[in-house]
């Protein structure tokens, strides 16, 4: 229920393997009717993972393709990649795709996001540098200015010596010519490691 009136409800199927393969959405109708409004299908392969997610809308008759997602694995059931395509003029049309490498600790470590305008185009890049197999020290955001990879901003990690829990970070903006800091985030963990307080500075 929203403040102005306005009501939404889902409803879920799920499979023999508690996964939910279809999600239904009703919206509020005239007195306290629901009005059937759109349906989202999550597929899976033989290994539990998804593979597809498809987005429909009610047209009062049948069942419109709106959207979909395609998603990739390697032999390690890593996901490589996912490709965000919409349904238009009766056919799919490529839209976003996200690309995925890892390390050897199995950490995602370059996170390519491309964008189609006739082929595919490179948009956003994310890498994250780690140490000690699993810490992540340090990461990178860089935008594509049509020729090569630009720096956008970037992130430096700091962890307790003693229990390695994440205690601050450093965010940069680059200028073009060096890095100006932006923000900077204190963090208050408790024995367990769960976060109690955070502190921006700015």
Known sequence: ??????????????????????????????????????????????????????????????????????YFYNTQEQLTQFVYQNYIANKWENYLRYSYTYDGYENRVNSLTEEWLNRWQNLHLF????????????????????????NYFRTTFYYNNQTQFLESFIGQLWTGVSWINDLNRKITNDQNGNQLLQLDLV
């Open 1 to 70: 229920n929203s403040v102005t009136g306005g009501r939404l409800k889902m409803e879920f199927e799920y499979d023999s393997n508690d996964k939910i393969i279809k999600q239904l959405l009703f919206g509020s109708g005239v007195g306290s009717s629901w009005v059937l409004s759109g349906k989202t299908e999550y597929y899976f392969a033989g290994n539990q993972k998804l593979i597809l997610e498809l987005h429909l809308d009610w047209n009062g008759s049948n069942w419109d393709s709106v959207s979909r997602f395609e």
């Open 127 to 150: 890498t994250a540098y780690y140490s000690d197999g699993e810490r992540m020290d340090s990461s990178l955001f860089q935008m594509w200015n049509s020729t090569d990879w630009e």
